[in-house]
């Protein structure tokens, strides 16, 4: 029997939080029979988040006392909620206890409790996944309601950048384009570029730059944004390639609705689905990349976008701060470590100003244009820096 | 230092967004760096099982806690390119 099924990788069933819940309660129960004693429990976003209060109310008394727990919050949007069901259930049989403000209960509804809440107050140290984001949630509204948990834990929250997989990102050893590029042998993008036109049938035009979107169509990636930033770039003369999923119909409709009005359009291509392969060659062929987030924990597409020398525009949210630096405001790098385009504000004038700037060094400045993706195909976002910095954090829970 | 990660996904077996890559990737940087790290995983029925290798039950009757009662599970154990993962199972 199967408790954990569903089509789209766990997820979307009513019961998912008793599931998960489950699934915490399981994990450690694991742990203590099988008699492992690790030295961090690493446990992440809300279908974990009731590890750290298991741990520390329940099975540090059964022989689990040196273990220490780092949580990790990938998105706050989804936080997990439950009644006094789910403490009945797991055994913290103490219902006024968790169901005080300092512990489990929900700042906003006093009636639930809140796995992630849970998790922020137990662990021993907690993090997000970029500087930015980490600072983001603490003093803007991005953490939905955990701000002032986070503020009172602040002593023990980080933010800690994702690192990219070279393995399988690096255009130097890609298998899924045409020909393989690197620093040294840039000028070998331009093939690929060919290809992913010949691939999706747009005109090949030595003149016209390719932007490119890949990512899921929804609120959080900014999708009225990328629809703006499809008509700016085909009205500023370049061409458009657009790979992502919708998961609302109503989106959906409407992008299915773009792409038979575009159909004709030599100078835009809208794949909608997910397509691993594609995706590679996208990165590979385009000259630019927009990442239009309303908010952002990390984000994936810019780095790999960095390291296929493909330039980011990108909307100055969480990670994206910390891994793109505007070519010409950035106040915080040397010229020849900036890597991209930044804008601020969610709306089509702030993304025009960006994709302008972009657009005009490419067809004034072609020589220009490709320093900044060269000094972009440099910058190391792979797992070296954050692997270094997890370690160190975990020792020094460890010694807590 | 001995490193449990416990999650819902992990790529490429279960994987919905980035948390996936993260874990796996994350694993695999900590063992580069010469750490011995476990996962710990929910058995999915759509998971990918051609990418596990050598799955075979790793804890026979496992009895947990659950409404004053106790759940039966089995948890299962594979290698994930590399990573070594238990998969539990409640019955």
Not at chain 1, 181 to 192: I, P, Q
Not at chain 1, 247 to 256: A, G, P
Not at chain 1, 259 to 275: Q, S
Not at chain 1, 280 to 302: K, R, W
Request: negative net charge; hydrophobic residues 40%.
């Amino acid at each position: 029997v199967f408790l954990y099924s569903t089509q789209l990788g766990g997820y979307g069933c009513k019961d998912d939080n008793m599931r998960f819940a489950f699934f915490s309660k399981a994990a450690l129960e694991f742990l203590l029979r099988s008699n492992k004693r690790p030295d961090i429990i690493h446990c992440h976003d809300w279908q974990t988040g009731l590890i750290p209060p298991l741990l520390f109310e329940i099975y540090k008394y059964h022989g689990m006392g040196n273990q220490r727990v780092l949580y990790t919050i990938h998105n706050f949007k989804h936080q997990g909620f439950g009644g006094a069901e789910i403490l009945w259930a797991t055994g913290l049989n103490n219902d006024p206890y968790y169901f005080s403000y300092a512990r489990l209960r929900d700042n906003f509804n006093p009636f639930v409790i809140n796995f992630m809440k849970g998790g922020i107050v137990f662990a021993n140290y907690f993090n997000t996944v970029s500087p930015h984001h980490a600072w983001e949630a603490h003093h803007t509204d991005v953490s939905y309601g955990l701000g002032h948990t986070i503020h009172q834990h602040q002593h023990k929250f980080t933010g800690i950048l994702n690192g990219l997989d070279y393995n399988i990102w690096n255009p130097e050893v890609d298998k899924f384009i045409p020909a393989p590029y690197g620093v040294d042998s840039f000028s070998e993008k331009a093939r690929n570029k060919k290809a992913l036109r010949e691939r999706l049938w747009l005109r090949d035009e030595a003149e016209k730059p390719l932007i490119c979107y890949v990512g899921r169509l929804d609120d959080q990636k900014g999708v009225h944004l990328v629809h703006h930033a499809m008509y700016y770039a085909l009205a500023r003369g370049a061409q458009f390639v657009l790979l992502g999923s919708a998961t609302e119909s109503l989106i959906n409709n409407w992008f299915w609705h773009e792409k038979n009005h575009l159909n004709n359009n030599p100078d835009v291509h809208i794949e909608l689905g997910f397509n691993e392969e594609l995706s590679h060659l996208i990165y590979a062929g385009a000259d630019m990349i927009v990442v239009p987030s309303n908010f952002e924990p990390c984000g994936l597409t810019q780095v790999i976008g960095l390291k296929y020398g493909t330039v980011p525009i990108v909307r100055g949210v969480g990670g994206l701060v910390n891994t793109v630096f505007d070519r010409d405001y950035d106040t915080y790098h040397q010229p020849e470590e900036r890597n991209g385009f930044v804008f601020f504000d969610p709306d089509n004038n702030a993304l025009e100003s960006a994709m302008s700037r972009a657009l005009e060094l490419w067809y004034t400045q072609p020589e220009e244009f490709q320093k900044l993706a060269i000094q972009g195909m440099e910058c190391d976002y792979s797992w070296n820096g954050p692997g270094e910095e997890y370690v160190a954090l975990y020792e020094m829970i460890r010694h807590k | 230092m001995y490193i449990v990660q416990v999650a819902s996904e992990c790529a490429p077996v279960i994987k919905a967004g980035g948390l996936g890559d993260v874990v796996y990737g994350l694993s695999r940087e900590l063992e580069i760096r010469g750490h011995c790290v476990e996962l710990i995983l929910p058995m999915y029925d759509c998971m990918r099982y051609d990418q596990i290798w050598g799955l075979h039950e790793a804890y026979r009757d496992l009895w947990v806690p659950w409404y004053g009662g106790a759940i039966h599970c089995n948890v299962f154990c594979g290698w994930v390119h590399g990573r070594l993962c238990f998969f539990i199972q409640p019955n």
